[in-house]
């Protein structure tokens, strides 16, 4: 038998009930050492392992005798084993010391989680995350093909070698065109993301780096423009400045320029604008055919767009026989305007209604922050305390940490109803949830 490595030990902690693992009499504790002969870095190569209808597959028990099972299955089927980790491996960090992060840019004290920075290409499979690809080997490009780990999402942020060695501070990140090309060649759905930053990658930078990945269509199937994100704890970091409207309406006008060509000869726009540089430049938002089915909403591009659209849908749908309700909203600076012009709208169509839009300054983070992802419950509660909210607060759902009721600075939304002395719901990212979270009455939360 093959000798184990404690790496590569997967360590089972359920099983499937009516599985091939229970009919096998494995147990939580028991540990999969490998499968065909092969060790398991990860989900990946499992799942991978694991499809064929015959396997061989290497266990440790409990009470650590190593059994090797043979095991005849329908092809794809799932052994029935659960893992103490959907990943199968701790995540990969980033290797990278960018000019712009913005985890760098984070005050003091807070959660531990909050500064870790990740870089796993698996996650961008499996989350969406984006990836630098600085950290990552001929190898595991070469695993990405096999095992179909697409679609991928790159920061990209410039193509040319030297910028963007110096953005990411690695001297590995030179190579990007190449790993493009590998990507390329393997058929690999692709997307890219320019995190844009003043008087460093824009301007002629960035219509060379659109011209370069538009050469990676069809299999780069989109790319979007942001624009760097400062916080006021930059003490000791870069250099940067924020970008003016001015400056916004020149990368916009780059933008729906290469659009308009790109169009014309592939049939798709590719390149986008994330919201805020509309916002910043005062300029209206594209039409809903012009961001290619909202491939990059994750990243502000076109969620306004598809919250106008699906907040009238909320609206034609709506009963009009709501009783009157006076609600507040509680958003970042920048959305704060467009949401304030639907709410107009709703109250037109239901003049017993009234909604308030309150805009949120960031202090936790600094005023040059105006995203709603970003607020904090500390913020909230002191610029809405004492003042007249009606029957309901509601919050959009990005305050919230992922599948938690915590805030960035770790107040909960029961901290914020207890402050204001009023109930807190949280709208979906969904326009329709919106008016109904406006019309309906919440459930009664307070004490």
């Known amino acids: 038998m093959e000798e184990s490595s404690n790496f590569h030990?997967?360590?089972?902690?359920?099983?499937?009930?009516?599985?091939?693992?229970q009919e096998l009499e494995l147990m939580p504790g028991d540990v999969v050492l490998s499968v065909n002969g092969k060790a398991i870095e990860d989900v990946f190569?499992?799942?991978?392992?694991?499809?064929?209808?015959?396997?061989?597959?290497?266990?440790?028990?409990?009470?650590?005798?190593?059994?090797?099972?043979?095991?005849?299955?329908?092809?794809?089927?799932?052994?029935?084993?659960?893992?103490?980790?959907?990943l199968m491996d701790n995540y990969r960090s980033c290797s990278n010391d960018c000019i712009f992060c913005f985890i760098d840019q984070l005050p003091k004290g807070m959660r531990e989680t909050m500064y870790f920075k990740d870089d796993d290409s698996r996650l961008s499979f499996l989350q969406g995350?984006?990836?630098?690809?600085?950290?990552?080997?001929?190898?595991?490009?070469?695993?990405?093909?096999?095992?179909?780990?697409?679609?991928?999402?790159?920061?990209?942020?410039?193509?040319?070698?030297?910028?963007?060695?110096?953005?990411?501070?690695?001297?590995?990140?030179?190579?990007?065109?190449?790993?493009?090309?590998k990507l390329y060649d393997g058929r690999i759905i692709m997307n890219a993301q320019i995190v844009l930053c003043k008087n460093i990658n824009d301007g002629e930078h960035l219509q060379k780096t659109i011209a370069d990945l538009k050469e990676f269509l069809p299999y780069m199937q989109s790319v979007s423009v942001v624009p760097v994100g400062l916080s006021d704890h930059r003490g000791g970091l870069f250099h940067l400045d924020p970008f003016l409207p001015e400056d916004a309406a020149k990368v916009?006008?780059?933008?729906?320029?290469?659009?308009?060509?790109?169009?014309?000869?592939?049939?798709?726009?590719?390149?986008?604008?994330?919201?805020?540089?509309?916002?910043?430049?005062?300029?209206?938002?594209?039409q809903e055919d012009r961001y290619d089915g909202y491939l990059q909403l994750e990243n502000g591009v076109g969620m306004l767009r598809l919250l106008d659209t699906e907040f009238h849908q909320g609206l034609l749908e709506a009963d009009p026989d709501r009783r009157n309700r006076h609600v507040s909203i509680a958003t970042g600076k920048s959305a704060a305007p467009f949401i304030a012009g639907l709410c107009r709208q709703l109250e037109e169509k239901f003049p017993g209604t009234r909604v308030d839009v309150h805009t949120i300054t960031n202090y936790f983070f600094g005023q040059h922050?105006?995203?709603?992802?970003?607020?904090?419950?500390?913020?909230?509660?002191?610029?809405?305390?004492?003042?007249?909210?009606?029957?309901?607060?509601?919050?959009?759902?990005?305050?919230?940490?992922?599948?938690?009721?915590?805030?960035?600075?770790?107040?909960?939304?029961?901290?914020?109803?207890?402050?204001?002395q009023i109930p807190v719901r949280i709208v979906k990212s969904n326009g329709q949830d919106l008016v109904q979270a406006i019309l309906e009455e919440p459930e009664d939360r307070l004490p």
């Open 9 to 21: 030990e997967q360590v089972i902690r359920a099983v499937k009930p009516g599985s091939i693992a």
């Open 45 to 86: 190569d499992y799942q991978y392992l694991i499809e064929d209808e015959y396997i061989e597959m290497l266990i440790r028990t409990k009470d650590g005798e190593e059994q090797l099972l043979q095991i005849e299955k329908d092809y794809d089927e799932d052994p029935g084993i659960l893992f103490d980790s959907s």
């Open 129 to 181: 995350n984006y990836i630098t690809m600085t950290n990552m080997k001929d190898a595991e490009l070469e695993r990405i093909i096999l095992y179909k780990m697409e679609p991928i999402n790159i920061s990209v942020h410039t193509t040319e070698p030297r910028l963007r060695e110096k953005m990411l501070h690695n001297r590995f990140a030179g190579r990007i065109l190449d790993q493009l090309q």
């Open 252 to 286: 916009i006008d780059c933008i729906e320029g290469w659009q308009k060509s790109i169009m014309a000869d592939y049939g798709t726009h590719f390149v986008h604008a994330s919201d805020e540089w509309y916002l910043l430049a005062g300029r209206e938002l594209p």
């Open 369 to 420: 922050i105006t995203v709603s992802g970003l607020l904090t419950g500390r913020d909230i509660i002191t610029q809405l305390k004492g003042k007249e909210l009606g029957d309901a607060l509601l919050l959009p759902v990005n305050v919230l940490r992922s599948g938690e009721n915590v805030l960035l600075d770790d107040l909960t939304v029961d901290d914020i109803e207890s402050a204001l």
